[in-house]
């Protein structure tokens, strides 16, 4: 196997299917662009265990994912795909950079789900965009657009629903997606690293904002999604 691909939270390797990847995740951990660093011990296997989960899951409600198989602890099998560079944000609360950016407090339920797009660049600190960016760049047709912005609605009810039952509000996430034969399928992962998950009793952050905001108990948060997800612990 040879590494293609090494980011900041994950390392991506070909195997011997031209048609599929291994990625491995990582306990590294970045925010800020990069500007934060640190460690989260065990990080990769809850990130890669809580991702298998929830693409299960929204395989079994009829969304494609690229994910086929776990592999070990901190691995799984992928369909390779081709990124399309445009990350998709779906907030249900407001919280982080909207918060910020319109002035509000964090924890306020929007009427419906907000969807943003950014611009995949790590040099540009994936900025924000809108339809006509993605088309005039050329970033993916309005087709691809339509299906996305389906698939993450989807998502949404699909996971919102999911996680109120384990006691978890789920305030917002970041999605990829990915072109593989013709279609759109989810790609990348969905985990502490790429939500924001909020105790539904007492509002307790159980997600990376504990690192952003150098909350404590961060190893703690990340373990407790997974022991409500699938019972499993790593601490
Ligand atoms: O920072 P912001 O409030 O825009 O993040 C919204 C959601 O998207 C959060 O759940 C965050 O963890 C996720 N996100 C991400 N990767 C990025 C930017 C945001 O996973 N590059």
Known sequence: MELLYEGKA???????NPDELMVEYKDDATAFNGVKRGTIVSKGIVNN????????????????????????????????VEIVPVEVIVRNYSAGSIAK?????????FPFPVIEYS????????????????????????????????????????????LLHK???????????GRYHGEVILADEISPDTCRF????????????????????????????LKRLTGESVL
């Open 10 to 16: 994950k390392k991506v390797y070909s195997t011997d």
């Open 49 to 80: 265990k809580v991702s298998a989960h929830f693409f299960k899951l929204l395989e079994e409600n009829g969304v494609a994912t690229h994910f086929i198989r776990l592999l070990s602890g901190r691995e799984m099998l992928v369909k390779r």
């Open 101 to 109: 950016r319109l002035g509000l407090d964090e924890g306020i339920k």
């Open 119 to 162: 611009y995949k660049s790590d040099e540009l600190g994936d900025p924000m965009i809108n339809d006509d960016h993605i088309r005039a760049l050329g970033l993916a047709t309005d087709a691809e657009m339509a299906a996305i912005r389906g698939m993450a609605l989807k998502v949404n009810e699909v996971l919102s629903n999911y």
């Open 167 to 177: 006691d978890i509000i789920l305030a917002d996430f970041k999605l990829e997606f």
């Open 198 to 225: 909020w105790d539904k009793n007492t509002m307790e952050k159980l997600d990376k904002d504990r690192f952003r905001r150098d909350l404590g108990g961060v190893e703690e948060a990340y373990n407790e999604i």
